[in-house]
């Protein structure tokens, strides 16, 4: 199994630009979610979803959007990039009703 | 909606010595509290967790406690090694949500 994997690792956007950050996992996880990283304040829930066609916002969802077609993917869609949405992204699954959550290995994404 | 305060933000230790490091919660209906830890530039992984129907719970020389009524919980890492030197969070969910703390950064000196 590969896990939580996400694309891509890196990405540097101009102020405005939209791009969509991608995030996989074969462990066949109902729950699905985004977290962003800032220096100094741990992990935020930006989106969640319970299983495909289902989706609800965490804690900071203003700027992003998501959708939940299949049950494998979990799309992050920046319609037009901040530079207050530089962060550190984090992918992660786990199981409807489980709690181990399974983190993918980051997106660290820079807005100029 | 629920809020998870940490501390301390640095903690410096010797090696062999304990570490700990405590959290609050607001949420008096939260039911899991899972401990993280993150090595630079490394995705966050579970080192033990604890639900709200147990009051401790022991992994080697990791335990965490949770005291319910004072909406607080704790990691302590006995007989610390180097390689325990990382950034540790803990985190509190009610249903869907879960709320992390800010971090602790722990350095084991040799």
């Known amino acids: 199994n590969a896990g939580v994997t996400q694309t891509p690792k890196f990405q540097v956007l101009k102020t405005g630009q939209s791009m969509t950050l991608q995030c996989a996992q074969d462990m066949n996880h109902e729950y699905m979610s985004w977290y962003r990283q800032d220096p100094g304040m741990g992990l935020r829930l930006i989106h969640y979803?319970?299983?495909?066609?289902?989706?609800d916002q965490g804690e900071v969802p203003n700027g992003y959007n998501v959708s939940r077609s299949t049950t494998e993917d979990f799309p992050l869609r920046l319609l037009s990039a901040a530079p207050s949405q530089t962060s550190v992204y984090f992918c992660a699954s786990c199981f409807f009703g489980g709690n181990e959550q399974f983190f993918g290995p980051g997106t660290r994404l820079t807005v100029l | 909606g629920e809020n998870v305060e940490q501390h301390p933000s640095t903690l410096s230790v010797q090696e062999g010595d304990s570490a700990v490091i405590k959290c609050t919660y607001s949420d008096s209906a939260s039911n899991y509290f899972p401990w993280y830890k993150q090595e630079l530039g490394k995705r966050p992984q579970l080192i033990i967790d604890i639900r709200s129907n147990v009051g401790e719970k022991k992994d080697q020389r990791i335990a965490v406690t949770l005291n319910k009524t004072a909406k607080h919980f704790s990691l302590h890492i006995t007989e610390t090694q180097p390689e325990d030197s990382a950034v540790y969070f803990c985190a509190a969910k009610f249903n869907n949500d879960m709320r992390f703390g800010a971090g602790t950064r722990l350095t084991v000196k040799p």
């Open positions: 979803s319970v299983g495909a066609g289902i989706t």
